[in-house]
């Protein structure tokens, strides 16, 4: 089993900036990937980043050039840094995490809301 806590969510105007944080319970030289999701009203729960254990990352064409993902290995912290916020950027923020098993897990979320 892999615990995650996400944190850093919040009210952001539009332009803003934020950064989503996602502390594991295990070492991340245990996950295959780790990435970010999210999930806005109405909508199908959507990729917005991933990086691979090797530091491959893919992002949505949405978020692309807005948006970094990150991690620090001695944390056990992955990271998500996301710019010029749009209203549309506004969603419940999901961390995942596949484990060497390819067994997926999901952190709580984390409301993200931008408003003016």
């Known amino acids: 089993q892999v615990q995650l806590v996400e944190s850093g969510g919040g009210l952001v105007q539009p332009g803003g900036s934020l950064r989503l944080s996602c502390a594991a319970s295990?070492?991340?030289?245990?996950?295959?990937?780790m990435g970010w999701y999210r999930q806005a009203p109405g909508k199908q729960r959507e990729l917005v980043a991933r990086?691979?254990?090797?530091?491959?990352?893919d992002y949505a064409d949405s978020v692309r050039g807005r948006a970094t993902i990150s991690r620090d290995n001695a944390k056990n912290t992955v990271y998500l840094q996301l710019n010029t916020l749009k209203p549309e950027d506004t969603a419940v923020y999901y961390c995942?995490?596949?484990?060497?098993?390819?067994?997926?897990?999901w952190g709580q979320g984390t409301q993200v809301t931008v408003s003016s």
């Open positions: 990086i691979t254990r090797f530091d491959r990352t």
């Open positions: 295990r070492s991340w030289s245990t996950m295959n990937t």
């Open positions: 995942n995490v596949v484990d060497s098993q390819s067994r997926d897990f």
